[in-house]
């Protein structure tokens, strides 16, 4: 059974639809990504799941209780904030102790848990300072301590690690995966970074303009990914334009001057999406020249000019000469590795 | 870099401040030690103001109750205002900073438009209600045998206090409101998802946040109101009296201006060391969250 359901959850502000038919359940303890690009509506869904905001349609349960029934400051959820949201006249102690102190942990216990909390981010010796005396990186991990010491049912973060350069984002990526997998919270991140969604999580779910778009592994909407819009905003990837010609026989699918064998069922004009990393270089298939090479240590990116448009290559670096600026290649590509949609012609 | 542009540079900001330096000097310093210097001189009924130096004055604020009095008064009258102000201004702050877009520009335009107004418009008006036999509120309360004679207002401390308050009141709720402002806009909802209602929330995680803004609230409107003349000369008059009013008194009635000059500088004195030491203390209270 799902331990948290959100059910065609929906939320309108005035006349403006936010979030639409939202459905999505999570298991005990799985770790999803919500990512999409600015202003999709990620961070009013999980305002719904914490909330402090009420969906105009649908239900969230969880373990099978109805959510919304239940008062924000009563639905024992952690939540760490973009912002961090601190306390900043409280110490990294008393900010973490805060949720134990409105629970009537008894003293004692209380000091521990604050002291294994801040220990387990990394934290230990740091009870006494002030958050506006800590780093970026710091902060956010106290404010991760102050989510989690709660044991909350469910982990709400709400893009944790874009006040963090980069550096200090891989570090706490691999850290915060490290955490939730030892403590085994359920937990929902809120990010617009492709990497850290696919890095972290057990499912992403991918949305625009308040849709979901798709729902998968990292893999699945990476390599299958169901609509236009998720290919695109998983990685790079070429788009194609093809038709399928169903009077030849065998039924052909046709780029330029590549082809192959048509998959069942779509004919007419289509759109063929390869990712950059799945092209290589042969002697018959789309041709194409090479605008630019740029060497980027493990791996070469070509940018080239092919006849159905630009085309970017990547190789990995494996020692072996790469055709240079202003040659002439042939692109081509296993057709398992392609995906083809309809295309509508304008 | 060479002498010369060394040279330079160190003259260039003098040279640049120079102006407002010179006005700084010309309408504020020169006048202030002229009074202080007055305030040593002699001078009687008939012989005017006589350029000695004598502790006469100072003798006199010194051993005369009188004037003790009347100091006490006037910081008794400043620190309930500030009470007053601090305690209807920051919930008044915080309820208006939560109001939604458009009523919020509405209401912080009522709060603040009192400012354009003149402080005697201001204090006239509580005159008008009030004042005596003939104020609209008496009136009204005694034709309605409510009460059988007229709410003391006129000419009493509290009159002076409530009258005071209401000029002063922008200048906690501004103060306030920008404190306000540095709060985390989602610092509410952390607490809340924590566990905290709502008197906690208010208590533990906005009061001490907000605090340094009352503070610095209370150090203006404290500092205004010992030294206001306007409202504490309608409302109190010359019966009773406060420093900055006595200090005019001396000054235009009685034309012994030595001692107004003393009562001023006791003032300004008592006034400057007050904030300087409140303000050190606070800022030590407060240094996490002031950073
Ligand atoms: N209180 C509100 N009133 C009206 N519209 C709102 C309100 N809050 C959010 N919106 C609108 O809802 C849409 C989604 O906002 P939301 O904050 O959920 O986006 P997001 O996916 O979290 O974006 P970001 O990645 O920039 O944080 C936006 O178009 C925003 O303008
Ligand atoms: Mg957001």
Known sequence: MAYLELDRVAKQFGTQTVVDDFSLSVGKGEFISFLGPSGCGKTTTLQMIAGFLDPTRGAIRLEGKDLTAIHPAKRGLGIVFQSYALFPHMTAAENVAFGLEMRNVPRNERAERVRSALAMVGLAGYEDRHPRRMSGGQQQRVALARALVIKPSVLLLDEPLSNLDAKLREEMQIELRQIQRTVGTTTILVTHDQNEAMSLSDRIVVMSQGKIEQIGTPQETYEKPASAFVSQFLGKTNDFAGTIDRTATPAQLVAGSWSAPAPVGLSGPVTVSIRPERIGFGDAGLSAKIITRIFQGNHWLFQCDSECGPAIVIRQNDGKAQPGEGETVRLIWRPEDMSVRARTVA | ?291
């Open chain 2, 1 to 291: 870099m060479s002498m010369a542009a060394e040279e330079r540079s160190v003259r260039a900001p003098w040279a640049l401040t120079a102006p407002a330096l010179m006005l700084f000097v010309g309408v504020l310093l020169i006048p202030l030690v002229m009074t202080v210097m007055l305030s040593f001189h002699d001078w009687g009924q008939y012989k005017g103001i006589e350029p000695v130096f004598i502790l006469k004055n100072w003798h006199e604020i010194a051993t005369d109750p009188y004037y003790a009095e009347m100091f006490w008064r006037t910081f008794r009258i400043a620190i309930l205002t500030t009470v007053l102000t601090a305690l209807l201004g920051a919930p008044e702050a915080y309820i208006l900073n939560r109001m939604s877009g458009r009523w919020k520009s509405f209401f912080l335009l009522v709060i603040l438009g009192p400012l354009l107004i003149s402080v005697v418009a201001r204090t006239l008006g509580w005159a008008l209600l009030f004042g005596g036999n003939n104020g609209l509120v008496n009136k009204l309360l005694m034709s309605l045998g409510v009460m059988r004679s007229p709410i003391p207002f006129m000419f009493t401390e509290t009159g002076m206090v409530i009258a005071l308050a209401h000029v002063m009141m922008p200048f906690m709720v501004l103060s306030v409101w920008a404190a306000l402002q540095r709060l985390d806009p989602q610092i509410e909802n952390a607490a809340m998802s924590l566990g905290a209602g709502p008197v906690t929330i208010i208590r533990r995680i906005i009061m001490p946040q907000i605090m340094p803004g009352v503070l610095s609230g209370a150090i203006i409107v404290f500092s205004l109101s010992a030294s206001a003349f306007a409202t504490p000369a309608i409302i109190g008059g010359r019966r009773l009296k406060v420093a900055a009013t006595l200090a005019y008194d001396e000054f235009l009635n009685t034309l012994n201006w030595p001692l107004g000059a003393a009562v001023a500088t006791l003032l300004l004195v008592a006034l400057v060391l007050i904030v300087v030491g409140s303000n050190a203390l606070i800022e030590r209270r407060y240094a996490e969250v002031f950073r």
